[in-house]
């Protein structure tokens, strides 16, 4: 095909195929194939498939936009972060995205360089404009926390975090009728760790705990000393880091001496999977065998945990089940239910970093 001068013309370009032609081809109504479109209960089975045969010979594609006017549904969730590549948080992103999807969602997500109730409202105020049917709100920290508090908004925001005073009826919320809470049991998981030390026979366990900032550094610290105290034994004062294996391996070089000479702990609870590999090469570098000289727990379960010289007795958090519940929580919500605040519990992983104490 050519123009008037002899050139090649730009074939028109081909419009989206529509609902209607895919009930032309597929020899049913309109509404046959927004039922099947809906998954509607009442289409038969033979002209179900039909329409969806239909489909994809076509290649049909629903136009979203015009389904959220119609409808006055987005099907779109937005999922407020910090943008910190530590393993939790990065991991629950994953997890919510994946379940959203499981259940016919698609999420928006909001990374926030600063943690001020300016930028909260940013965040939130931007998911307000398009149209998303409910925010969650990954809050691993108190200033975060305390930004989502301040805003009051239409649709459920779902803060997952492990909020200390959180009130635990059903329906209570945090920052008004619509607002709602899950976490990890980060507390529980720390006793759980503790304890397993003290049953191996460990009574001088130290915690090298996370920044105190963080809600889950605070619960993980709580459980150790509740385990502690449960079995009379008055714990140490933590030894307070960063996230990081740098600050890991510090920790482990000042203790190893100590250790060497048999006046540290025998037991370590380090507060994530990080600080513990740091702490494992502090204390290979100072000759130190673990776990005879000293046992070492860490919190996470990361990739790799099993793999650790020696491999590491953690905390596994079970983000699968925490994005799947964050999202039912949301639909419940929506729906109209009264949502309970939720803890799920986490999972100690027993491996060789760990044993009775020789000393």
Do not use: K
Not at 103 to 109: E, L, P, Q
Not at 124 to 151: K, N, R, T, W, Y
Not at 163 to 181: F, I, N, Q, Y
Not at 195 to 209: I, K, N, S, Y
């Amino acid at each position: 095909m050519t123009d008037a001068g002899g050139r090649a013309a730009a074939r028109p370009r081909s419009r989206r195929p529509s609902m209607a032609d895919v009930a032309a081809v597929a020899g049913v109504s309109h509404q046959t194939v927004s039922r099947v479109l809906n998954e509607h209960p009442s289409v038969r089975g033979e002209t179900r498939e039909r329409v969806l045969d239909a489909i994809a010979s076509l290649g049909y594609r629903r136009n979203s936009a015009a389904r959220a006017l119609a409808t006055a549904r987005s099907t779109t969730l937005g999922v407020v972060t910090t943008g910190s590549a530590l393993f939790g948080p990065t991991s629950t992103l994953i997890a919510i995205e994946g379940a959203a999807r499981d259940h016919g969602y698609y999420v928006s997500v909001a990374t926030l360089r600063r943690y001020d109730a300016e930028a909260m409202h940013e965040a939130l105020e931007h998911f307000m404009d398009q149209g998303v049917e409910a925010i969650v709100v990954i809050a691993p920290q108190d200033d975060v926390a305390a930004a989502v508090e301040s805003f009051r908004a239409p649709v459920p925001v779902l803060v997952v975090a492990a909020l200390e005073r959180l009130p635990r009826d059903v329906g209570t919320t945090v920052a008004g009728p619509t607002t709602l809470s899950l976490a990890v049991d980060q507390r529980a998981g720390a006793r759980a760790a503790t304890e397993h030390l003290l049953d191996l026979g460990h009574r001088d366990v130290l915690h090298v705990a996370g920044p105190q900032d963080w809600f889950d550094a605070r619960e993980r610290a709580a459980g150790w000393r509740e385990a502690l105290e449960a079995r009379g034994i008055a714990p140490s004062r933590p030894r307070y880091c960063t996230w990081s294996a740098e600050d890991g391996y510090a920790a482990g070089r000042d203790l190893a001496e100590a250790v060497a000479a048999q006046e540290g702990p025998t037991a370590v609870f380090a507060g994530n999977d990080q600080l513990a590999l740091g702490m494992l090469r502090a204390f290979w570098e100072r000759g130190l065998s673990v776990p005879d000289d000293v046992s070492v727990v860490g919190f996470d379960d990361v990739a790799g945990a099993a793999y650790f010289v020696p491999p590491l007795t953690t905390v596994r958090q079970p983000f699968g089940v925490l994005g799947e519940r964050s999202v039912a929580m949301v639909v419940a919500a929506l729906a109209g239910d009264r949502v309970p605040t939720e803890r799920i519990a986490p999972e100690l992983v027993v491996r060789s970093s760990t044993a009775p104490p020789v000393r």
